[in-house]
């Protein structure tokens, strides 16, 4: 097998079988791609590359060691042990087949021109029905060049021992030979707007609602707390757009005009109070949350940008991990009126 179809695969030749290569994102994406959904183009850094990158440099051994005595109550020793394997990251070159393999598939992604792309991190254990590896690892937005690719790349390899990360495998029961990782590259999307959308109600876990948060410009500022966002309630039965919050949206987070990287802008006054959706997007949005639901035979949470002409792609769909963990409560019994036994089926649904 040559390094290229070792170390890379292309988003669209990516499915859920292939999880173990490609790590829970990469697989879903190409789940979504799959079932005729709109994706940023991009590929995956296999599991592979990551495999061969710890092998060939004794990082695994490294790690073991550092790991065995550190007592994960104490902070200061897993951020010690942390930083030690970051820095031995860090010190290390990508293997030539690897690097080489990633420059050839950034160059034929972007065609001969340097496009921008989102550099992610997408763990082997990522984004089960059970846990979720999301805001552990790590995301770089709009990196330009085949150098600064490879460069990312090896950044997200870093990212796999912060101590969040480290903390989380250890609650999680993971063990260090499971704990591979790929690394997704997709063209960014010059967003006119982009947020969240959760299959169910997240504060109550209603299933029979489609809760969409947005804002401005790229999805950083809502997911990283920076804004408060608008909310879209929609029917999931009906599609009927139920209530409209807007929030106070005073940052965006938008291309870097000098070049490479994403900075915080202030929102202009008189477009803070207007809404990110029209009512119409947010139905759409609904819309393609339910069948991605439907495909996945549970609620989601989805991560989806609109660029400037009006298009919806989704960047990430993974298992909603709060409520589905929860029991459902049970559906009342059959007496009193008929409109109180069907309000309580739709909300126990």
Not at 131 to 147: I, K, M, P
Not at 160 to 174: D, K, V
Not at 260 to 279: K, M, N, W, Y
Not at 299 to 321: F, K, M
């Amino acid at each position: 097998m040559n390094a290229a179809v070792a170390h890379i695969r292309w988003l669209e030749e990516c499915d859920a079988s292939s999880a173990s290569v490609v790590g829970g994102k990469c697989a879903s994406l190409g789940e979504l791609i799959s079932i005729g959904m709109a994706v940023p183009p991009g590929f995956a850094v296999t599991t592979h590359a990551h495999d061969a990158f710890l092998s060939r440099h004794a990082v695994r051994e490294r790690e073991t060691e550092l790991l065995q005595a550190v007592d994960y109550d104490a902070v200061a020793e897993v951020t010690k042990a942390s930083e030690r394997l970051r820095d031995l990251v860090e010190d290390l070159e990508l293997p030539e087949e690897t690097a080489a393999a990633v420059r050839d598939a950034y160059e034929r992604l972007s065609d001969g021109d340097d496009v921008p792309v989102a550099v992610r991190s997408s763990a082997l254990a990522e984004d089960l029905s059970t846990a979720s590896f999301a805001g552990q690892l790590q995301t770089y937005l709009w990196v330009e060049g085949a150098d600064a690719v490879v460069e990312h790349v090896r950044r997200c390899w870093s990212g796999f021992f912060t101590p969040e990360a480290l903390s989380y495998r250890h609650r999680q029961g993971i063990a260090a030979e499971d704990a591979r990782m790929s690394v997704g590259v997709q063209q960014m999307v010059p967003a006119r707007s982009a947020g969240v959308l959760f299959t169910l109600n997240p504060v109550n876990g209603d299933r029979s609602k489609i809760v969409i948060e947005s804002t401005w410009g790229v999805g950083e500022a809502l997911v990283s707390g920076e804004v408060d966002p608008d909310r879209f309630t929609v029917d999931k039965v009906t599609l009927d757009l139920l209530s409209t919050v807007i929030g106070n949206k005073q940052v965006e987070h938008r291309p870097d005009p000098s070049g490479g990287g994403v900075v915080v802008g202030e929102i202009e006054a008189d477009r803070r109070s207007l809404p990110s959706l029209s009512g119409e997007e947010a139905v759409a949005l609904a819309r393609m949350g339910k069948a991605i639901e439907r495909h996945a035979g549970q609620p989601q949470d989805i991560e989806w940008a609109i660029d400037a002409d009006g298009e919806i792609l989704v960047l990430q769909a993974r298992a909603e991990t709060v409520w589905s963990q929860r029991e459902r409560p049970p559906t009342v019994e059959k007496k009193g009126s008929a409109l109180e036994y069907v309000l309580a089926d739709l909300l126990n649904r």
